[in-house]
């Protein structure tokens, strides 16, 4: 199974500015096939459930707000918040779909500073 | 709107067994994979298992094989786990989602709509 393994497990960071969450595989997501990064990143508040942020490495789903960018390699994976609002507190999580079985990284949580 | 309502959830004595379902609507259901995914109390995610769209192909995490089932039925729109031999390290909140991607062949790929989940509990 590929282990995914995010960095760091905890991150405060003050409003307005730039959060950073890493993301590494135990082996590459890219695919040789169709040049795509097979992952995804998802948010996950207090009581809810986890809400799809980014696939294919760096597109956002419809409706997520254009301060969360996705960019990577085919073992290094970065999730962004360019200006950190209240809301955007929660645990983010990465996952690969490159190979069965779909696995997800520990999940970093994310404070205000 | 896309929605996934899940239900059967419960206190159950370890060896024992529960049948989660997932109703969904607000898409067509016949043509997505469908996957569970659960969260034990204050920890991570961890896939469970996934069913093609026509039900023809299925996968599992290690730690369930030959205990769980996944399954759907079509004309239901519903898709279901079947827990056997439930163990304390089952517990956990039970999510179901909907994949966009996965066809009959290949393998499971993101979840685009999660259900609000339901709590099984593993505990003599």
């Known amino acids: 199974d590929i282990v995914m393994t995010q960095s760091p497990d905890s991150l405060a960071v003050s409003l307005g500015e730039r959060a950073t969450i890493n993301c590494k595989s135990s082996q590459s997501v890219l695919s040789s096939s169709n040049n795509q990064k097979y992952l995804a990143w998802y948010q996950q508040k207090p009581g809810q459930p986890p809400k799809l942020l980014i696939y294919w490495a760096s597109t956002r789903e419809f409706g997520v707000p254009d301060r969360f960018s996705g960019s990577g390699s085919g073992t290094d994976f970065t999730l962004t918040i360019s200006s950190l609002q209240a809301e955007d507190v929660a645990v983010y999580y990465c996952q690969q779909y490159y190979s069965a079985p779909p696995t997800f990284g520990q999940g970093t949580k994310l404070e205000i500073k | 709107q896309v929605q996934l309502v899940e239900s059967g959830g419960g206190v159950v004595q370890p060896g024992r067994s529960l049948r989660l379902s997932c109703a969904a609507s607000?898409?067509?259901?016949?043509?997505?994979?469908m996957h569970w995914v659960r969260q034990a109390p204050g920890k991570g995610l961890e896939w469970v298992a996934g069913v093609s769209y026509d039900g023809t192909n299925k996968y599992y995490v290690d730690s369930v094989k030959g205990r769980f089932t996944i399954s759907r039925d079509n004309s239901k729109n519903t898709v279901y786990l079947q827990m056997n031999s439930l163990r304390p390290d089952d517990t956990a909140v039970y999510y179901c989602?909907?994949?966009?991607?996965?066809?009959?062949?290949?393998?499971?790929?993101?979840?685009?709509?999660w259900g609000q989940g339901t709590l099984v509990t593993v505990s003599s």
């Open positions: 989602a909907r994949d966009p991607i996965w066809g009959s062949s290949g393998t499971p790929y993101y979840f685009d709509y």
């Open positions: 607000g898409f067509t259901f016949s043509g997505d994979a």
